[in-house]
């Protein structure tokens, strides 16, 4: 039922057609409930699979291989495109966010976006989506969007990425890009702002200074080459 309120509450406020929306509870692993899966997404002509989440829909030890492939497996056999929400997990040494499990649920991924919110306000819920992997692609540029309430529909409008809780997501030079855009500043000062190392920091514009991104004024002073240079890294 909240699925579907949600669903029409979103149909209603883009001013979209009508669209069906099933649920099924499922308390076995994927593989497992296979065949019933299959005849329900055949009786009903499902195209999209919203699987929420992962975790429940492989089963057993998420770090092992015999569930990330079985999982592909089962998935591969309903041939119909899907939506896979899973959690996280921190890479201990690069602090990287990835799919909580064996490396294999990346892997077989065609793309894979992490999604991030703020802390949400009585009326509206800012998110960002960051692209992390891709199979079949370049990586798509980060994207932000707000979504309105009003209790009867709600409206989804597309923003740039630049809210401070979504600041550290955004990779290093694109962060170090969106802080100059108020004005120059010192190494120091970027690293403070973006919760970047200083040694980092002073590596990434390096880079940007060789590609023409930005310009060092004066002795620990950088800038913006240009606002268009600052927009290619966004």
């Given at each position: 039922?909240i699925?579907?309120?949600?669903?029409?509450?979103?149909?209603?406020?883009?001013g979209?057609?009508?669209?069906?929306?099933?649920?099924?509870?499922?308390?076995?692993?994927?593989?497992?409930?296979?065949?019933?899966?299959?005849?329900?997404?055949?009786?009903?002509?499902?195209?999209?699979?919203?699987?929420?989440?992962?975790?429940?829909?492989?089963?057993?030890?998420?770090?092992?291989?015999?569930g990330?492939?079985?999982?592909?497996?089962?998935?591969?056999?309903?041939?119909?495109?899907?939506?896979?929400?899973?959690?996280?997990?921190?890479?201990?040494?690069?602090?990287?966010?990835?799919?909580?499990?064996?490396?294999?649920?990346?892997?077989?991924?065609?793309?894979?976006?992490?999604?991030?919110?703020?802390?949400?306000s009585?009326?509206?819920?800012?998110?960002?989506?960051?692209?992390?992997?891709?199979?079949?692609?370049?990586?798509?540029?980060?994207?932000?969007?707000?979504?309105?309430?009003?209790?009867?529909?709600?409206?989804?409008?597309?923003q740039?990425?630049?809210?401070?809780?979504?600041?550290?997501?955004?990779?290093?030079?694109?962060?170090?890009?969106?802080?100059?855009?108020?004005?120059?500043?010192?190494?120091?000062?970027?690293?403070?702002?973006?919760?970047?190392?200083?040694?980092?920091?002073?590596?990434?514009?390096?880079?940007?200074?060789?590609?023409?991104?930005?310009?060092?004024?004066?002795?620990?002073?950088?800038?913006?080459?240009?606002?268009?240079?600052?927009?290619?890294?966004?």
């Open positions: 039922y699925a579907q309120r949600n669903a029409k509450y979103l149909q209603e406020g883009l979209l057609p009508a669209f069906p929306l099933y649920h099924r509870r499922c308390t076995t692993p994927l593989a497992d409930d296979l065949e019933r899966v299959a005849n329900q997404v055949k009786d009903i002509g499902a195209e999209v699979l919203i699987i929420d989440s992962l975790a429940r829909a492989s089963g057993g030890d998420l770090n092992k291989t015999e990330a492939n079985a999982f592909f497996d089962a998935l591969d056999k309903l041939g119909a495109t899907s939506l896979i929400l899973a959690q996280t997990s921190k890479d201990i040494e690069s602090k990287r966010k990835t799919i909580y499990g064996n490396a294999l649920f990346t892997y077989y991924s065609r793309s894979i976006f992490e999604l991030c919110s703020s802390e949400p009585e009326d509206y819920l800012d998110v960002a989506l960051f692209h992390r992997w891709a199979n079949l692609s370049k990586l798509h540029p980060d994207m932000g969007f707000r979504f309105s309430f009003n209790g009867q529909h709600t409206t989804v409008e597309r740039s990425v630049s809210i401070a809780e979504f600041l550290g997501k955004v990779r290093g030079q694109k962060a170090i890009a969106e802080e100059l855009k108020s004005g120059s500043k010192s190494a120091k000062d970027l690293a403070e702002r973006t919760g970047i190392s200083l040694t980092t920091i002073k590596t990434l514009l390096t880079r940007m200074k060789k590609r023409g991104a930005v310009i060092n004024i004066e002795r620990d002073l950088w800038g913006l080459a240009s606002i268009e240079g600052s927009n290619q890294l966004l």
